[in-house]
């Protein structure tokens, strides 16, 4: 499934199969999986590249380095901070650390991604208990998606799967005799 059909932050979402709703969800949980993915080789990335950064980590503590080659950042891998942030309206600018802000922007885009994977897949699962309650067969369902996450499923007994609409036909093609002219 494509990134741009999966990727609704927040709104509502109509399926007429429980089957169209897992492949949803399942195409969110790749996307995210994907993303995550894609952001952890960038911060191993930077990580290695950088000079050493001031982290959260206290100072007696060894900072975990990654083995050449790994792009993933390991568990429990110290967060930089930067002290170089300046509020400008609603945002957070950073003209002094880059590498650093850059790292700890990371992160957090890193954990987010990973905690909206394991949300797809929760909701996945949580789609295997459907059998256990009554839902009438030709009915729709709303799912309600709230910043990339699955939060809630509305069955619609109101407005039910559309049928199909055959149209079979026989056409014939008759020939007219030539006219004659005199």
């Known amino acids: 499934m494509q990134a741009e059909s ?12 429980i089957d169209q709703i897992r492949s949803y969800i399942n195409g969110l949980s790749e996307f995210y999986e994907n993303e995550a993915s894609r952001y952890g080789d960038w911060l191993g990335d930077l990580l290695r590249k950088a000079p050493p950064v001031e982290t959260e ?7 975990p380095k990654l083995p050449k080659g790994k792009s993933k950042v390991p568990k429990g891998a110290p967060k930089p901070t930067s ?27 890193l954990e987010e991604f ?29 799912l309600y998606v709230k910043e990339g996450l699955v939060e809630r499923l509305i069955v619609d007994v109101q407005k ?10 026989n056409f014939a093609v008759i020939q007219k005799a030539a006219e004659t002219s005199a």
């Not at 199909?164 to 036909?169: I, P």
Request: aromatic content about 8%; hydrophobic content about 35%; overall charge positive.
């Open 6 to 17: 999966t990727h609704l932050l927040s709104g509502l979402k109509r399926f007429y199969s």
């Open 83 to 109: 002290k170089g942030w300046i509020k400008i309206g609603s945002i957070q600018v950073n003209t002094n650390e880059p590498t650093t802000g850059s790292a700890e922007v990371l992160f957090e885009v």
């Open 160 to 169: 039910t799967k559309p049928t199909k609409f055959d149209f079979t036909a």
């Open 57 to 63: 980590a206290p100072e007696k503590e060894k900072k």
């Open 114 to 142: 990973k905690l909206k994977h394991s949300k797809a897949k929760e909701a996945l699962q949580s789609l295997d208990n459907l059998t256990n309650i009554s839902i009438p067969e030709n009915a729709s369902y709303l």
